[in-house]
């Protein structure tokens, strides 16, 4: 609440109080209404007549930051969803896409991804991870584009081993669709794929 110094100044310093305590010490406005502080425990609403009606302060008021030291780490804790397996050794053909849609991520700042690709051990290729955007559901950027912003990840290669990565994806919109791309043109890959959001 910010000091009405004008009207202070045009109150006498004695003013009457329903209940007889004397002096009041600073004034402030809270939107229509006139504060009085009167002392530490009580505050009074003005009236137009000039008397104040005096009650205990609330004892919520004048709390030390200290106190809400666990509230506070609480509120900046990040708050993170379940992981979900999204597929389990799953054969995507070579050349081809696996897609993942996340919907309703309104209210998330963040997913998660992780991807566990095992290639072939004929392979010449690995697996690229890209992420498109939809404000609709319907309506999701182009590969091509996507590409070009830098929304993909390519998992390291080495024929016949395993590779496994962590993806952090920005929620810009509230769909996201989840591209897994085996980029050998020969030989299918197995792919495993968990995914969570935090808040």
């Known amino acids: 609440m910010a000091k009405d110094s004008t009207l202070a100044s045009r109150l006498p310093r004695e003013i009457e109080l329903d209940d007889g305590t004397g002096t009041y010490d600073k004034i402030f406005r809270s939107g229509n209404a006139l504060l009085v502080s009167v002392n530490e425990d009580k505050v009074g609403l003005l009236k137009e007549g000039g008397n104040v009606n005096v009650v205990n302060n609330p004892p919520n008021l004048d709390i030390p930051l200290s106190d809400h030291k666990d509230y506070i780490i609480n509120a900046l804790q990040p708050i993170r969803g379940t992981p979900v397996e999204d597929l389990s050794s799953y054969s995507i053909a070579a050349g081809e896409i696996k897609d993942i849609t996340k919907s309703n991520l309104d209210g998330y700042s963040a997913l998660m991804v992780t991807v566990k690709a095992t290639y072939d051990p004929s392979a010449t290729a690995g697996l690229r991870v890209r992420w498109l955007y939809s404000p609709d559901g319907t309506t999701f950027d182009s590969p091509e584009d996507a590409e070009d912003k830098g929304r993909y990840e390519d998992l390291t290669f080495d024929a016949g081993a395993t590779r496994v990565r962590t993806i ?24 495993s794929m968990w995914s969570w959001v935090y808040r």
């Open 168 to 191: 952090l994806i920005p929620i810009f919109a509230p769909h996201v669709k989840i591209q897994l791309v085996n980029l050998d043109s020969t030989y299918a890959v197995t792919v």
